[in-house]
């Protein structure tokens, strides 16, 4: 697909209905325009079949209840628009993007009790996130935003607000020639990246930080999975930024991001593209297309 996102051929379903892709549109007084009241989710379509598309429904409707929002639409209806959205694009292999959110009503204040939540879902081609990364290892910088306490947003949401300082983070690393920027929590221990969770190898086992301050992502668990099943020791633990030298090797995880090798991280940490790391992505690979 080529062209600006509002400016496309295709099918986008919205509110329960396919539409015309230029005229999938909201008002400028949309209340999610205005105070981020929305929530999403980012998936990927193999051979005609959403990987995990049950769960990321589930997730979409329990952010949304975190933002205090009721999608009125069940997973089972969710996932049938997604799949009526791919047919009727011809897709079988597609990024599938669902977004809830508060739309324009009769109120635009903080407040928006009466205002309606809205369901789009929309969907696009799109290749290896990072480009090349995956055989030459991603570059990353480190972001001077932290991801924020868990007393002061609903971290476990896929919300929109979550991710400004990501949008503004990964400008400045690309500012910088980086690929992405990770970012340290709140307490200053490594968290994940802008799109993509992290994980790093040392001594044959696997560490990566534990999710207790951002979305516990499903290409993590999935990974984790993986491992596991191989015999591998996965710690999920705090770590300390002095650490990242101590590592071999590392990736990041990400429904976009699939399983990306990590060459070097700031230009001073660096990383081998070592067998662990190229083994769980091609395990990844297969296991999503199984």
Not at 31 to 41: D, G, I, Q, R
């Amino acid at each position: 697909m080529a062209g600006n996102y509002d400016d496309r051929d295709g099918k986008i379903w919205m509110d329960g209905k396919l539409v015309e892709w230029r005229d999938a549109n909201v008002h400028i007084l949309t209340h999610a325009l205005h105070y981020a009241s929305s929530v999403f989710e980012g998936e990927r379509c193999y051979n005609g079949k959403i990987f995990k598309g049950v769960e990321h429904s589930k997730r979409l409707r329990a952010s949304a209840n975190l933002l205090d929002m009721e999608i009125p639409y069940s997973v089972e209806e969710i996932e049938a628009a997604k799949y009526e959205m791919l047919k009727a694009n011809g897709w079988t292999d597609a990024y599938v993007r669902a977004i809830a959110f508060r739309g324009a009503g009769p109120e635009m204040g903080v407040s928006s009790e009466g205002n309606p939540v809205r369901l789009a879902i929309a969907g696009w081609e799109w290749g290896a996130y990072y480009g090349d990364a995956k055989t030459k290892g991603a570059r990353i910088g480190i972001s001077k935003w932290k991801r924020p306490s868990p007393e002061t947003i609903p971290v476990a949401a896929k919300a929109a607000g979550l991710y400004m300082i990501c949008t503004m983070s990964k400008h400045a690393a690309h500012a910088q020639g980086y690929s992405d920027a990770l970012f340290m929590d709140y307490r200053g221990y490594v968290a994940e990246a802008t799109g993509a969770n992290i994980f790093f190898v040392k001594d044959g086992e696997v560490h990566t930080p534990l999710a207790d301050a951002f979305l516990n992502g499903i290409t993590r668990q999935t990974v984790i999975q993986l491992l596991r099943e191989k015999g591998i020791t996965v710690h999920e633990r705090h770590i300390e930024p002095s650490e990242l030298e101590t590592f071999e090797q590392c990736w990041l995880t990400g429904t976009a991001a699939e399983v990306t090798p990590v060459s070097s991280i700031a230009d001073t940490y660096n990383y081998e593209i070592g067998a662990l790391t190229l083994d769980i992505a091609e395990t990844y690979e297969k296991y999503v297309r199984s």
